[in-house]
């Protein structure tokens, strides 16, 4: 039986693999990252050359061991549109530029004292629920990309998400040689193709676009009640870092959060956010449909991670280039996505399997139990203009649970404490 080659974080690459194995990469970070800019109302150009930056200095910070794209933070909408609506986008800058020399002290604070409480506070029977939910809370969003949730459906939209994920799917069964390591990108040029066929994709921006331009540098303005607007952020980003390093973990085949340690993650990443907030960008965080990628082509370089960085960088000043990305329909992404997400889903479980969870055991039972229903059920807490809900709300639920358990463990009060 055949099986695919790995390529392991430190393995190099040539050129005539590196090129399509970046661009697959930009392709899957692209739908998502752009959204952010257009919600906030900025040209995304500012957002992919930061990106681009951003987790470039992820790698160096991380000394190359840890393969993470930075893509654009969903987590910062609803406070920064508040601030956004009430004072400017200058303003919201401003509370990026907070958020994340904040989440650079953490980092400091985990380097001192390390990262052995997460054993604690995030046991596998609840860390697989909450990296599950990762993939499945977006799940509605892949669909949506479609086009397969709106009141009438367009059946040229069906007809595109379908070639797309058939190629994506078949592809990463049938596909030998080079061809095997490229299927998302296979799959978009196919699915793109199948928009032109279906007359859903339009040129005109393209047309209209100027060749080379400058991205929109603007300074932030600090203001306090916009920072504490914006602050409560901080846990949802962290939690969701140590998810993605959790999976991503898993994918690889090696702890991520020992070396080159969440330290060293967590301040590439907060200090890509502090960054961005400075020059005029959006907060970044590391991407699943990245970490998607890799689980379904199994290649793990960090030299392909950075060279769709650099071509994110470029395409931020080809005016041309970055249009005609802009113009990949979204039925083709949705179609990527409904695979890349269901890869995440399935590496929660794997941590479930790989750790050998027994649920035989009255609290692994009750904590994956809980932690999944919280995420899933659509439930949210509200901190001021701070809204906690899916996965972010299922993992600290997980954490508080699991840190009473071990309370009551050292009073010796559960009935299914394993002994030493």
């Not at 995304?44 to 990106?51: E, G, H, K």
């Not at 061809?179 to 007359?199: E, K, M, T």
């Not at 040129?203 to 540098?217: D, I, M, R, T």
């Not at 409560?232 to 991503?248: A, K, N, R």
């Amino acid at each position: 039986m055949e099986k695919r080659k790995i390529i392991q974080v430190e393995d190099k690459v040539p050129v005539n693999l590196l090129i399509p194995l970046s661009i697959q990469h930009m392709f899957a970070m692209f739908g998502a990252t752009v959204l952010v800019p257009f919600i906030f109302g900025i040209n995304p150009a500012i957002v992919l050359f930061m990106n681009g930056v951003g987790t470039l200095l992820f790698i160096a910070i991380t000394k190359g061991k840890a393969p993470a794209y930075l893509g654009s933070s969903f987590a910062f909408l609803a406070p920064a549109g508040i601030v956004i609506n009430q004072m400017g986008y200058e303003y919201a800058l401003g509370g990026f530029v907070v958020v994340g020399f904040c989440g650079c002290i953490i980092a400091l604070i985990i380097y001192k004292f390390g990262s052995e409480w997460i054993d604690i506070v995030l046991p596998p029977a609840a860390m697989g629920p909450v990296v599950a939910l990762i993939g499945l809370e977006l799940s509605g969003s892949a669909a949506g990309n479609a086009g397969l949730l709106d009141e009438v459906i367009d059946p040229k939209n069906v007809i595109v998400f379908l070639v797309t994920l058939g190629v994506a799917i078949f592809g990463n069964i049938l596909f030998r040689g080079f061809l095997s390591v490229i299927p998302i990108l296979i799959a978009v040029i196919a699915g793109y193709i199948a928009a032109l066929c279906c007359g859903i994709v339009d040129f005109e921006a393209v047309a209209s676009a100027p060749l080379f331009a400058l991205p929109n540098f603007q300074l932030p303005k600090f203001n306090m009640e916009a920072i504490f607007i914006i602050l409560p952020v901080i846990l949802v980003i962290i939690s969701e870092h140590i998810g993605h390093q959790v999976v991503t973990s898993k994918i690889v085949g090696r702890d991520l959060l020992k070396d080159p340690g969440l330290h060293r993650s967590l301040l590439g990443d907060n200090l890509s956010t502090m960054i961005s907030g400075l020059i005029g960008s959006v907060p970044t965080t590391t991407y699943g449909e990245n970490i998607g990628v890799m689980a379904v082509t199994k290649v793990y370089s960090v030299r392909v991670i950075a060279g769709a960085a650099v071509l994110s960088i470029i395409c931020s000043f080809v005016g041309k280039l970055s249009t005609l990305i802009q113009t990949v329909p979204g039925p083709v992404i949705g179609g990527i996505s409904f695979l890349l997400y269901g890869m995440i889903g399935a590496s929660g479980i794997r941590i479930l399997v790989d750790s050998k969870v027994d649920f035989g055991r009255s609290r692994n039972l009750t904590l994956t139990s809980v932690v999944f229903v919280t995420g899933l059920s659509g439930i949210s807490v509200k901190f001021g203009n701070v809204e906690l809900t899916g996965m972010v709300l299922a993992c600290i639920v997980g954490m508080i649970l699991s840190l009473i358990f071990y309370i009551l463990d050292r009073f010796n009060l559960t009935n299914d404490r394993e002994e030493a």
